[in-house]
C-alpha cells in the first residue's frame, strides 16, 4: 500500500470519528417533554455507535416535534455514518431551513457528505460556511479543508488549515500527522524548503508531536522512522523498530525490516558511483542548479550521496559521501527527494536498494 493510500486510509478513518457537537436545546412542554426525551436517547445510541437506534429514536422525536431542529440534525449524522448519503443532506437541510441556515455544525455535516462524495467544490462552500457561522473558530472543519487541499496537491494551502486547526485546538494527533505529511509533500515538490517556508524538520516535528499526543500511533511511527533517515540514521532505526513492534501484522513489514537492514549496513566501497540521471528505473529527475554562493566563490563538482531507492517509491539520502558545501550538498538532497522513480522487484514484491550517486554541479 503506498504512502498516499495509507495516508487517506487514516483520513477516513479518523474523519469517521469527528465528534458531534452539542446543538441548541428546545423549551419544555409536556409533547416537547417527550419529543426531548426521544431525542437524547438518540444522542445516546449515536455516541454508542448504534445508529439504526438511534435513527429510529430519532424519527420518533421529529414525529413528535417536527421543527426540533436538533433532532433532524443527529438524524443526518446517524445517516452519514451509515453512508447513506441521500438521507443524510436531507435531514441535515432539513435542520438548516428550521434554523435559517445558521447551523454550522450542519453546514460541517454537509461538507462531510460532499466530501465522500467527491463533490469538492461544495464540500469547501460548506465548510467554510461552518468556519464563518464559528466566528473563524471550527478547528476540525478546518483540518479537514486541509485533506481536501492535500488531496488537490495544494501542499502549502493545506498547511495553513492544519495550522489554523492546531492554533484553535491543539490536541490533536491526527492533524499534527497531516500536517506532518503536507509539509513532507511540500519539501518534496517545491524543492526550495526555505523560500516555501517549511523544513524537512518541521514535518519531523510534527510527527513527534503526533506520537507524543497519541502514544502508539503506528502510522505517526512509521513516518517519523522514515522521516529521519538521512537527519538522524540510528533514531530511524530505533523509530522504524518501534512501529514494527506497534504494527506486527504490518503489509509493509518485510520492506521495512529490509530498509532498517540497509541502513545498519555500510556503503560498499568497491560500488560504483552513479549518475542520478541514468540509474535504472529512474524516469524524471529536477534540474539541478547551483547555488548563488556556489557561483560567487567558483565552487563546482560533484556531490556524491549514499541513496536509498525504497520500495514506496521515495528516494531518501542516507548520508553524504562527498560534499561541496555553499549550499550544493543540500541542492543535491533536494534533487534526489524529487526524482521520480519505479521500485526494483523482486518475486514480485518492490524492494528497497541502496546506491552510491551523484549530482554533478556546473558553473
Not at 128 to 137: D, L, P, S, V
Amino acid at each position: 500500500m503506498s504512502d498516499r493510500r495509507r495516508w487517506e486510509r487514516s483520513v477516513f478513518l479518523f474523519l469517521l470519528t469527528l465528534a458531534v457537537e452539542r446543538g441548541p436545546m428546545v423549551s419544555a412542554s409536556q409533547e416537547a417533554t417527550t419529543a426531548e426525551q426521544d431525542l437524547q436517547r438518540g444522542r445516546v445510541l449515536f455516541y454508542q455507535q448504534n445508529y439504526p437506534g438511534a435513527i429510529e429514536a430519532l424519527q420518533r422525536a421529529i414525529a413528535k416535534k417536527p421543527d426540533l431542529a436538533e433532532a433532524h440534525y443527529f438524524l443526518g449524522m446517524s445517516y452519514y455514518r451509515l453512508a447513506d448519503y441521500a438521507q443524510a443532506e436531507a435531514s441535515l437541510r432539513a435542520a438548516l431551513k428550521l434554523k435559517n441556515e445558521t447551523y454550522p455544525e450542519a453546514h460541517f455535516g454537509l461538507g462531510m457528505i460532499y466530501f465522500r462524495k467527491r463533490e469538492v467544490d461544495s464540500a469547501v462552500r460548506e465548510l467554510q460556511t461552518a468556519i464563518e457561522q464559528r466566528g473563524g473558530n471550527y478547528p476540525d472543519a478546518f483540518n479537514v479543508l486541509g485533506v481536501i487541499l492535500y488531496g488537490q496537491r495544494r501542499f502549502m494551502d493545506a498547511i495553513q488549515n492544519f495550522r489554523k486547526a492546531i492554533e484553535q485546538r491543539p490536541e490533536g494527533p491526527e492533524v499534527y500527522f497531516n500536517l506532518g505529511m503536507a509539509i513532507e509533500q511540500a519539501v518534496v515538490e517545491g524543492g526550495n524548503s526555505a523560500a516555501s517556508g517549511v523544513t524537512w524538520n518541521d514535518a519531523i516535528s510534527a510527527y513527534r508531536k503526533a506520537i507524543e499526543q497519541r502514544g502508539t500511533y503506528p502510522l505517526a511511527q512509521r513516518a517519523l522512522g522514515l522521516a529521519l533517515i538521512g537527519v538522524d540514521n540510528e533514531a530511524a532505526i530505533t523509530e522504524l523498530g518501534v512501529y514494527l513492534q506497534q504494527a506486527p501484522q504490518a503489509q509493509d513489514r518485510v520492506q521495512i525490516e529490509e530498509i532498517i537492514d540497509l541502513l545498519k549496513k555500510p556503503d560498499d566501497p568497491a560500488a560504483p558511483v552513479e549518475d542520478l540521471g541514468k540509474i535504472p528505473r529512474v524516469s524524471k529527475v529536477a534540474p539541478v542548479r547551483p547555488t548563488e554562493e556556489a557561483v560567487r566563490n567558483k565552487v563546482h563538482g560533484s556531490v556524491i550521496l549514499s541513496v536509498l531507492f525504497c520500495y514506496d517509491k521515495r528516494a531518501r539520502v542516507v548520508k553524504v559521501v562527498k560534499g561541496l558545501g555553499h549550499g550544493l550538498d543540500e541542492a543535491a538532497i533536494e534533487a534526489v527527494r524529487r526524482v521520480q522513480f519505479e521500485p526494483a522487484a523482486v518475486g514480485g514484491r518492490q524492494v528497497s536498494e541502496r546506491r552510491l550517486v551523484k549530482v554533478d554541479f556546473k558553473i
